[in-house]
């Protein structure tokens, strides 16, 4: 292997640090500046933040709450998924999980190109 081509290899790497770098900053300020969703259309591109929000769960309220231990074996630790398919299933209810969780709003910022007719 040439070493110009691991110097170079070395040189993008670096690059590459300094631009996910500055995106994650400027991610950072987008999403300070804005707290509900937002749109902007730009010149070339189409910028959307979106927020979810998400359900953190405590394994020890949710395993007193869960009142199945075949069922808690199927969740066996706090997965947001498999909890939201047993609520889909009727296996559980929100009733049954009130106090077990908190809501985490998180955003997501999407570029893409804009649509030109």
């Not at 400027?26 to 969703?37: F, G, N, P, V």
């Not at 998400?54 to 309220?61: E, L, P, S």
Request: glycine share 2%; charged share 30%; proline share 4%.
């Amino acid at each position: 292997m040439e070493q110009k081509k691991l110097v170079r290899y070395c040189e993008l790497k670096a690059q590459q640090k300094q631009i996910e770098d500055e995106l994650e900053s400027l991610r950072k300020e987008i999403i300070s500046a804005y707290s509900a969703d937002a749109q902007f259309e730009l010149e070339k591109f189409t910028l959307k933040l979106v927020y979810q929000d998400k359900r953190q769960y405590d394994d020890v309220r949710l395993f007193e709450a869960v009142p199945d231990p075949e069922l808690w074996k199927a969740v066996s630790k706090a997965d947001s998924a498999k909890i939201g398919a047993l609520l889909k299933a009727n296996l559980l209810s929100d009733k049954a999980l009130e106090g077990t969780y908190h809501i985490v709003r998180t955003p997501y910022l999407y570029v893409q190109p804009a649509v030109i007719p």
